[in-house]
């Protein structure tokens, strides 16, 4: 899937996307959000949903390396490199 195919959906159709097609990489909790970056065959996406109300704040295609590399520098891959 294209980028700009991506972006042109509107949310309903986004997010029926990401669940059925995109792939969990990471869920973040905060005080008042839940945050789930997907990846989407060759992207990130990030869905941001208020904790309280349960409704889709924002859906964004996640590109910032910064922001990506927060994602994955607490996970323990440990088990995964033992079972090889």
């Not at 029926?16 to 959000?33: K, P, Q, W």
């Not at 309280?52 to 323990?76: C, F, G, T």
């Amino acid at each position: 899937m294209e980028k700009n195919y991506f972006t042109a959906l509107g949310p309903d159709n986004k997010i029926e996307l990401m669940f059925n097609y995109g792939e969990v990489i990471r869920t973040v909790e905060t005080a008042d959000r839940f945050i789930l970056l997907f990846l989407l065959d060759n992207f990130f996406v990030e869905i941001h949903t208020d904790k309280v109300k349960k409704e889709v704040l924002a859906i964004e295609i996640q590109e910032d390396p910064d922001v990506l590399h927060a994602y994955i520098k607490d996970l323990d891959i440990s088990d995964l490199l033992n079972a090889a």
